[in-house]
């Protein structure tokens, strides 16, 4: 599965803990919403099958 991380502000504890769950058994990709144009982003959204927005 692959997963998308959209971060807006940088990860808590918490959202560390589940990047790093998933990224031992999932192939995840991090990216830094202001980091990326609304093509980009939705460009690796319809790529991916899960989204988490932090």
């Given amino acids: 599965m692959k997963i998308l ?22 192939q995840v990709t991090v990216v830094r919403l202001n980091e ?3 093509s980009e982003i939705l460009d690796l959204i319809e790529s991916h099958d899960k989204l ?3």
């Fill in 36 to 38: 990326k144009s609304a």
């Fill in 52 to 54: 988490i927005m932090w």
């Fill in 5 to 26: 991380y959209i971060l807006k502000k940088d990860l808590d504890a918490t959202g560390q803990q589940l990047l790093d769950r998933h990224k031992a058994t999932q």
